[in-house]
């Protein structure tokens, strides 16, 4: 008989091995190592286990194996905690624009031919400006649908007239960037449009997947030790990314973030398995 796991929602479904192992190997382990672990878990868990437990019991033998493996493993998950008012999400992304070469600012408010617009995230690098539209989703398993990207489309059309109208000759473009995926919709309508769109693993070679492996941009939610609490208190200190850690002591965790002794020397562990210095200064 085989076994039920619980969903976030709620309902069952039956376990699968073959979709565990799947999801370790997309995080990039390779297929031996990827069906060591997912053998171990299997035996683990019973019927009525919820996803989280196995995401937290896989993330456990990955991570003495390979911390960086189990950070990736984490990753989609770890966005989509980066809640649960968007705010942190908005600034990850802005940070992720910077750590590309951009000057980035939040929350910025620009004029169009029509009416005031709030951007997320205005990028800009020389004459090119992105606006950064960032929809952040609780669950990651949800798509973007093609009214978000419509919207998005018609505030670029209108603060590109008001930006012509006053004789800005920079270059407006807009980007939409989820932690989730597109439909197929979204993905037809674009083709057609002035419009960039970055989701989990969309275009396939600048993609947030591919960017955060490739530059370590990692957010603090994928730290193992990382609390709720330690969580909120760097959201006020506009801490969002693992790198922003890495020159912390434990004793800095204890007195700036009231953090327990015990905790914040795991925390200093965790962050220097993932950060390397040479990804710092970045």
């Given at each position: 008989m085989s076994k039920k796991i619980i969903?976030?929602?709620?309902?069952?479904?039956?376990?699968?091995?073959e979709k565990l192992c799947n999801s370790i190997v997309a995080a990039g382990a390779p297929t031996s190592l990827a069906t060591q672990v997912c053998d171990i878990v299997s035996e683990k868990i019973s019927s009525g286990t919820s996803?989280?437990?196995?995401?937290?019991?896989?993330?456990?033998?990955?991570?003495?194996?390979?911390?960086?493996?189990?950070a990736l493993y984490s990753l989609e998950r770890g966005l989509s905690s980066l809640g649960p008012s968007g705010f942190l999400f908005e600034h990850f992304v802005s940070e992720l624009f910077r750590k590309m070469g951009y000057f980035s600012q939040k929350n910025v408010y620009l004029h169009g031919e029509a009416v005031e617009h709030e951007i997320?995230?205005?990028?800009?690098?020389?004459?090119?400006?992105?606006?950064?539209?960032?929809?952040?989703?609780?669950?990651?398993?949800?798509?973007?649908?093609?009214d978000k990207v419509m919207y998005a489309d018609a505030r670029l059309v209108d603060i590109r007239k008001k930006a012509q109208l006053n004789g800005d000759t920079r270059e407006y473009y807009m980007w939409m960037v989820?932690?989730?995926?597109f439909t197929q919709n979204s993905l037809n309508y674009i083709e057609h449009r002035d419009?960039?769109?970055?989701g989990w693993d969309y275009p396939k070679f600048i993609n947030l997947k591919k960017i955060v492996r490739e530059k370590k941009l990692y957010p603090v939610t994928v730290v193992p030790s990382m609390t709720q609490s330690l969580l909120k208190k760097l959201a006020l200190n506009d801490v969002v990314?693992?790198?922003?850690?890495?020159?912390l002591e434990a004793k800095d965790f204890e007195k700036d973030y009231g953090v327990s002794e015990r905790t914040a020397k795991k925390l200093v562990k965790e962050v220097h398995e993932l950060i390397h210095p040479e990804f710092v200064s970045l």
């Open positions: 969903k976030k929602n709620g309902s069952q479904e039956p376990f699968s091995a996803t989280e437990k196995i995401f937290n019991i896989t993330r456990k033998y990955l991570k003495p194996i390979d911390p960086e493996l189990a997320d995230v205005m990028a800009q690098k020389g004459n090119v400006v992105f606006l950064v539209e960032a929809k952040y989703k609780n669950d990651f398993r949800t798509k973007t649908h093609i989820t932690n989730t995926q419009l960039q769109l970055m990314l693992v790198q922003d850690l890495y020159y």
